[in-house]
């Protein structure tokens, strides 16, 4: 299974920007899509973004043209640019890999991220 770690988080105020990264365990872009869901209190977990191991890019409407994923295959990692953003963006943010045959997917602890003046 492999193991995700994420980093990044923090406080920024509205219309800031901030980066996240997810280190995997392993080499996880052949086999895998990655993705980034964020949850916000008493709010369910929502997909936020996704990278296909071909190199796909989805994005939930609500962060279209201020959010971009990419990755870092040399490093092991995932990377979620925020820009402009908006209190509305304060949620845990967890990073996820699914494998593409099995469907079995591992969750990174998350990281808190705070848009606030």
């Known amino acids: 299974q492999v193991q995700l770690v994420e980093s990044g988080g923090g406080l920024v105020q509205p219309g800031g920007s901030l980066r996240l990264s997810c280190a995997a365990s392993g080499s996880i872009f052949r086999d895998y899509s990655m993705r980034w869901y964020r949850q916000a209190p008493g709010n369910e977990r929502e997909l936020v973004t996704l990278i296909t191991n071909t190199g796909r890019t989805v994005y939930a409407d609500s962060v279209k043209g201020r959010f971009t994923i990419s990755r870092d295959s040399a490093k092991n990692t995932v990377e979620l640019q925020m820009n402009s953003l908006k209190p509305e963006d304060t949620a845990v943010y967890y990073c996820?890999?699914?494998?593409?045959?099995?469907?079995?997917?591992?969750w990174g602890q998350g990281t808190q991220v705070t848009v606030s003046s």
């Open positions: 996820n890999a699914k494998h593409e045959g099995t469907l079995v997917s591992s």
